[in-house]
């Protein structure tokens, strides 16, 4: 019999307004999930304001502890404290999914300055590159001006003969 029926059906010999709850053990290292609702439902559908009694992404010091059925005190600190808990839990996704996105812009920015160092190596190259054109083209017009002369000097010794 499931804890929700336990506690809607008061079973045999027992006055309406009487709840049974099984007190069977489970083990502290098994999770167990529990949801109720202070609404008397009788359809074995949980109810959308169901709170759940674990969080299986808390840490166990920081599990809320089961309420006080008969305070509506400790009712309403269980409610905010579930609360508390699924914005944790939340807070806890963003911030794994900004982390996520942190090293993603992080590669992306690692990625542009790698491309912005091989673009300044590059720049330096076609710099060195350049001026070495200038200075061979340089070099080979000195050389054919030098060859032109030769060229008359060898024409003029040749030609009165």
């Not at 839990?89 to 999914?97: Q, R, T």
């Not at 160092?117 to 070099?139: G, I, S, V, Y």
Request: hydrophobic share 35%; proline share 7%; net charge negative.
């Amino acid at each position: 019999m499931s804890l929700k029926s336990q506690l809607e059906d008061p079973g045999e010999g027992q006055g309406a307004g009487a709840h049974m709850i099984s007190t069977a053990r489970v083990p502290a290292d098994k999770p167990v999930r529990i949801a109720f609702s202070l609404d008397n439902a009788s359809d074995d559908t949980p109810p959308e304001d169901a709170i759940p009694l674990e969080f299986p992404e808390l840490e166990q010091h920081l599990q809320p502890l089961p309420p006080c059925h008969d305070s509506p005190e400790s009712m309403e600190v269980f409610k905010q404290h579930c609360q508390i808990a699924e914005e944790y839990h939340e807070v806890k996704k963003e911030i794994a999914l900004l982390e996520e996105r942190k090293k993603e812009l992080l590669a992306k920015l690692d990625q542009a300055e790698k491309e912005k160092l091989d673009a300044a190596q590059l720049a330096r190259e076609f710099e060195a590159l350049t001026e070495e054109n200038r200075t061979l083209q340089l070099a080979q017009s000195q050389c054919v001006e030098q060859l032109e002369k030769l060229r008359i000097q060898y024409q003029k010794r040749q030609g009165p003969s």
